[in-house]
């Protein structure tokens, strides 16, 4: 596989250039919700649950709305902010992927609601006005500069307005990239990466193809041929918020550390979720995740379930006082320290421990393996291991949304 271009070009516009070959190939964004109006509704699902549920941002935000879309390929994912009311701007450099969004527009946007196609880079094409939300989902980690795209992006931002990222961090693909890294050392051309990419991963391709809406191939060509992923961490695009005044609104996965309780009169949630450090912990578990959330928090629960009784036969008695009221004051005693010695059994975060210390001597030894063996030795290692290249992998993908404070 060539993956140089020309070097008069800037680093920034090979890079284009490259990523451009590969999705005029095959295009990333293609999810075939034109197939059948059940395809079409399950796409819709999945954004509605993204944003209502898991970013706490209601659909009716984008009520007359005016958005605008960065890297909007196929237009799959906007068609869907304009069913929900919002005025598209859409901007994508792939001609071949702007041709099939407008065919997804004629067919399912609202009638007589404006939106328009602007072909080009997000870094050089020349838009007018400012916008209530700008978005960009899945794209400034395939570009050589993340940060000023993010920059360029915001810049168009109206004052308390709404930004919306989707792209890889550090923490969240370090799986996905050791596996490139593997791809990589071994494979001689892109048909290599590909025949590989299959009899090394194929648990990593089966989920990702049930779960992803997309061909095995797109997938394929988009996590391990792209020649460009630049991961980025949860501190730097806090520090990217902090630079051009945006506050942090919510992400999924979610960085708000567990048990905060004060009241928002203190105004303390706001400088905290800003603060330097705060996604260090969360970076850990995104890179360890391989099992579902039910599965990952079923001892949680069932501790959870443990402590029900035993809060409800201390809460109860003193939930209202009255002065009229007689306490048990011994067995309010009892009960508390029933609780108490309840609370010293448990060890909730065990479990999450102990799959971050695996997961990384599972990394050690693959990274030995890779120095030191053949190809063969590799293979045998990553079907022996219990939480490398396990489930999804990591998370893949993870969603910010801010606002401008600028108001």
Do not use: C
């Not at 916008?131 to 993340?146: C, E, M, N, R």
């Amino acid at each position: 596989m060539d993956i140089f271009s020309d070097p008069d070009l800037s680093q920034r516009q090979r890079v284009e250039n490259d990523v451009l070959a590969v999705y005029q190939k095959v295009n990333p964004s293609t999810r075939f919700l034109d197939r059948s109006p059940a395809d079409f509704e399950l796409e819709g699902g999945k954004r509605q649950r993204l944003f209502q549920d898991y970013l706490k941002f209601p659909l009716k935000m984008f009520q007359g709305a005016r958005m605008l879309d960065f890297g909007s390929g196929t237009g799959e994912r906007a068609i869907f902010y304009n069913r929900w009311g919002a005025r598209m701007t859409m901007v994508e450099m792939n001609p071949l992927a702007v041709e099939r969004a407008k065919k997804i527009f004629t067919q399912y946007a609202i009638p007589g609601l404006e939106y328009e196609f602007v072909e080009g880079s997000l870094f050089d094409v020349a838009l007018q006005g400012s916008f209530d939300i700008v978005a960009s989902d899945g794209v400034l980690h395939h570009t050589a500069a993340k940060r000023q795209g993010f920059d360029r992006l915001v810049s168009f931002l109206k004052p308390g307005g709404f930004v919306f990222l989707g792209l890889g961090t550090k923490g969240g693909n370090v799986q996905r990239n050791l596996q490139r890294l593997i791809l990589f050392h071994y494979a001689k051309s892109e048909a290599d990466i590909v025949q590989l990419a299959e009899r090394f991963f194929p648990e990593h391709l089966d989920r990702a193809e049930r779960y992803g809406s997309r061909s095995r191939t797109a997938i394929i060509y988009d996590t391990f041929v792209n020649p460009q992923i630049d991961t980025t961490s949860m501190e730097e695009i806090l520090s990217w918020f902090r630079a051009n005044n945006i506050q942090y609104y919510s992400s999924w996965p979610g960085i708000t550390p567990l048990a905060l309780v004060d009241v928002p009169a203190k105004g303390n949630l706001e400088g905290m979720l800003m603060s330097e450090g705060i996604s260090a912990l969360p970076e850990l578990l995104w890179m360890a995740h391989g099992s579902s959330d039910l599965e990952q928090t079923a001892s949680y629960m069932e501790s959870s379930r443990q402590l029900k009784e035993l809060e409800k036969r201390f809460f109860d008695p003193i939930a209202s006082i009255v002065p009229e009221s007689k306490v048990d004051l011994e067995g309010l005693q009892v009960g508390a320290d029933r609780l108490s010695r309840a609370l010293d059994r448990l060890d909730i975060f065990h479990d999450d421990r102990q799959r971050m210390r695996e997961l990384l001597q599972e990394i050690g030894d693959l990274l030995f393996t890779i120095r030191e063996k053949k190809l063969e030795d590799v293979e045998k290692l990553i079907r022996s291991t219990k939480h490398l290249f396990r489930g999804s992998a990591g998370t893949g993908m993870n969603f910010i949304m801010g606002y401008s404070k600028n108001v």
